[in-house]
């Protein structure tokens, strides 16, 4: 190798030379070119390999040896509280099952009475120990909400907030068929829950030097997806708020993570049959949370499931094709990405 490098730069300083005498012979040129060509070839090829390696490495970190570790919650971020936002379904209600099960007290927020009390009910008969606190707003009101949210949240150590509540259009369908209150549901479901509890919670958490934040996002958010346009572009919002609030907080004992998941079987991937039955890239709510929050404090910004690594893309890409089909309720749900 060390022979090749010096080879090839004698060659280039040569070539000038001959070059500028115009005495350059061609076969000779020939083989010391595929010389040059070997050499940048074996240079690209390591710079591969080691990509890979230390991509394997991340991983395994991420999620085999945090798996291994399961820090003390309560003690770890300084808060015997965990406040969960859209907690009665999907992913927000394992979150608070599997939180709940690690020692932290609940604030349960989501807008369906019956179901908030089902969720408090089942958290305290599988950890008899921990509190629960219930709160029914609807994210969808806007400002409004957060004084009655404020009035819960005040006197409690928060430890973790997970900004975790969401909507999409399920069926996917055009922007032009949206009603005017699904675009501002988008909006403020999406987009302004995430900074307004973290407004609200933040300050405790830099006053005690402790806490975490986890902003699901999606995988999606690096990805234009017509039919879920504004989805796509709320999920942004929230992957780029995210990565620069910890930026922000870095030294501060905050720690914020974004989580991009793949697909999971909630009520909101519901319309596809792909999405419905759990396979490698489908995962139940149970997998997808016991992987993701053991990557907490592990991984700033993570898919949370290692399989879901496959489908990410660097760089931000949009979609060429999407296919529905209408015969079979919308069921075909194709998106074909292209950087
Ligand atoms: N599932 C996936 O494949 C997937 C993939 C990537 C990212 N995500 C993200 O993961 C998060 C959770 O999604 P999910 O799939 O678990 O969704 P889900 O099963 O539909 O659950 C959403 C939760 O949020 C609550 N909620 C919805 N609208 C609300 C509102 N206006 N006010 C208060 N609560 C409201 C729901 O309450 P109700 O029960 O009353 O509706 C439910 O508890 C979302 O941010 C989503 O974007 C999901």
Redesign the pocket.
């Known amino acids: 190798m060390r022979f090749c490098v010096t080879h090839c730069i004698s060659y280039l300083a040569r070539i000038q030379v001959d070059f500028m005498c115009g005495a350059a012979s061609m076969s000779s040129a020939g083989m010391e070119l595929q010389c040059v060509l070997t050499f940048l070839g074996l240079v690209w090829v390591a710079r591969w390999v080691l990509h890979i390696v230390l991509d394997v490495v991340a991983a395994l970190r991420k999620f085999v040896w945090a798996r291994l570790s399961k820090d003390n919650l309560p003690i770890k971020y300084g808060g015997k509280w965990a406040v969960v ?9 394992e979150c608070a099952r599997q939180l709940a099960q690690r020692g932290m007290n609940i604030l349960l ?4 009475k019956d ?1 908030l009390n089902n969720v408090k009910q089942l958290i305290r008969e599988e950890s008899p120990g921990v509190e629960t606190e219930i709160v029914q ?5 806007g400002r409004v909400i957060y004084q009655e949210i404020a009035r819960h949240v005040e006197g409690k150590n928060i430890g973790i907030l997970v ?6 259009f ?1 069926p996917p369908k055009k922007f032009m068929e949206a009603s005017e209150d699904e675009v501002w ?1 988008h909006v ?3 987009v302004a ?1 995430v900074v307004a509890m973290t407004q609200l919670v933040l300050p405790g958490m830099l006053a005690r030097g402790r806490g975490a934040i986890i902003n ?5 958010s690096s990805c234009t997806i017509p039919y879920l346009g504004i ?1 796509s572009a709320t ?1 942004a919002f ?1 992957d780029f708020f995210s990565e620069s609030l910890s930026w922000e907080l870095r030294g501060s004992g905050i720690t914020v993570q974004t ?11 519901n319309f596809a049959e792909f ?1 419905r039955k759990p396979s490698f890239l489908v995962a139940t ?1 149970k997998t997808y949370v016991t992987s993701a929050l053991a990557t907490l404090g592990h991984s700033g910004r993570t898919t949370g499931y290692w399989p879901h690594g496959f489908q990410v893309r660097p760089h931000t890409s949009h979609c060429r094709e999407v296919q529905m089909s209408s015969s079979n309720d919308r069921d075909v749900f194709a998106c074909n990405k292209v950087n």
């Open positions: 936002t859209g907690c009665t379904d999907g992913i927000g209600k927020i989501a807008r369906n179901k707003v609807d994210f969808s009101h900004n975790n509540v969401g909507v999409a399920s549901g403020n479901v999406n829950s699901v996002a999606s995988i999606f989805y999920k929230v989580l991009r998941p793949g697909y999971v079987i909630t009520h909101m991937s999405y709510t």
